[in-house]
């Protein structure tokens, strides 16, 4: 592997953590067969598709119909399964070498593979609820139907438990994300572009010893970096979780 010594060096460091904490984005569910959203093949590829307003705050209410067919096409993968960086954390978490695993992703692989401390900063696919009254559903209600799905109760729209571009963060999650990151001596960030702001910003927060970046492009924190490696962040977290 080309980075056989930076990763055997890590791995140390994760082994002396007394706080370690990975913070992730849509990279870590790609290898899931799940598109990430900026890279050459991702949802942002096709600017026809419309993808951020599509997944607004404004379409939902606007347009309806064309949010929760966008929603279903291009946000909803039921047999997606966790690939080996989802059971590298599990596995590291378990181990007690990471106390907190941060996601922007939606999609619930963390969870599955067996992750116990898992902070959803931009919400889940597996939750409803309706957008008057509040009232929570099975994801079934959207998932499964053809139309816009409403309250029996209210009449209301059921929408997905989701951060939408225009929403604010929910705030249990950011205040649980930052406290972790406060604590941490160890920050693992993988597959995140760092771009998508406000959860981007929590990387500004760690005061730690080692801020580590596995990620094939770019991001702004790579020159605060112990460690930046730019490989297969499925094969880098498969190494570092070897005993």
């Given at each position: 592997?080309?980075?056989?010594?930076?990763?055997?060096?890590?791995?140390?460091i994760?082994?002396?953590?007394?706080?370690?904490?990975?913070?992730?984005?849509?990279?870590?569910s790609?290898?899931?067969?799940?598109?990430?959203?900026?890279?050459?093949?991702?949802l942002?590829?096709?600017?026809a598709?419309?993808?951020?307003?599509?997944?607004?705050?404004?379409?939902?209410?606007?347009e309806?119909?064309?949010?929760?067919?966008?929603?279903?096409?291009?946000?909803?993968?039921?047999?997606?399964?966790p690939?080996?960086?989802?059971?590298?954390?599990?596995?590291?978490?378990?181990?007690?070498?990471?106390?907190?695993?941060?996601?922007?992703?939606?999609?619930?692989?963390?969870?599955?593979?067996?992750?116990?401390?898992?902070?959803?900063?931009?919400?889940?696919?597996?939750?409803?609820?309706?957008?008057?009254?509040?009232?929570?559903?099975?994801?079934?209600?959207?998932?499964?139907g053809?139309?816009i799905?409403?309250?029996?109760?209210?009449?209301?729209?059921?929408?997905?438990?989701?951060?939408?571009?225009?929403?604010a963060?929910?705030?249990?999650?950011?205040s649980?994300?930052?406290?972790?990151?406060?604590?941490?001596?160890?920050?693992?960030?993988?597959?995140?572009?760092l771009?998508?702001?406000?959860?981007?910003?929590?990387?500004?927060?760690?005061?730690?010893?080692?801020?580590?970046?596995?990620?094939?492009?770019?991001?702004?924190?790579?020159?605060?970096?112990?460690?930046?490696?730019?490989?297969s962040?499925?094969?880098?977290?498969?190494?570092?979780?070897?005993?």
């Amino acid at each position: 592997m080309k980075y056989e010594k930076e990763i055997g060096e890590i791995r140390d460091i994760i082994e002396n953590a007394r706080h370690g904490v990975f913070f992730g984005g849509a990279g870590v569910s790609t290898a899931s067969g799940i598109p990430d959203f900026r890279s050459s093949k991702g949802l942002y590829s096709d600017p026809a598709d419309g993808a951020e307003y599509c997944l607004s705050r404004e379409c939902l209410l606007s347009e309806p119909k064309r949010f929760f067919e966008f929603y279903r096409e291009k946000m909803v993968y039921p047999n997606a399964q966790p690939n080996a960086a989802h059971h590298a954390l599990a596995r590291l978490e378990e181990r007690g070498k990471i106390k907190a695993v941060i996601t922007q992703n939606i999609d619930g692989l963390h969870q599955k593979a067996g992750s116990k401390s898992v902070i959803e900063l931009h919400g889940t696919v597996s939750g409803a609820f309706c957008d008057r009254c509040g009232r929570a559903f099975s994801p079934a209600i959207i998932d499964e139907g053809e139309s816009i799905p409403t309250c029996p109760v209210c009449g209301g729209t059921v929408r997905p438990d989701v951060t939408l571009y225009g929403e604010a963060l929910p705030v249990g999650a950011f205040s649980a994300a930052k406290e972790h990151i406060s604590r941490a001596d160890v920050l693992i960030v993988g597959g995140s572009s760092l771009t998508v702001q406000p959860a981007a910003s929590l990387v500004s927060l760690f005061s730690g010893e080692h801020l580590i970046i596995i990620n094939y492009s770019e991001t702004p924190y790579d020159g605060l970096c112990e460690y930046v490696i730019r490989d297969s962040l499925t094969d880098v977290l498969a190494k570092l979780a070897e005993c």
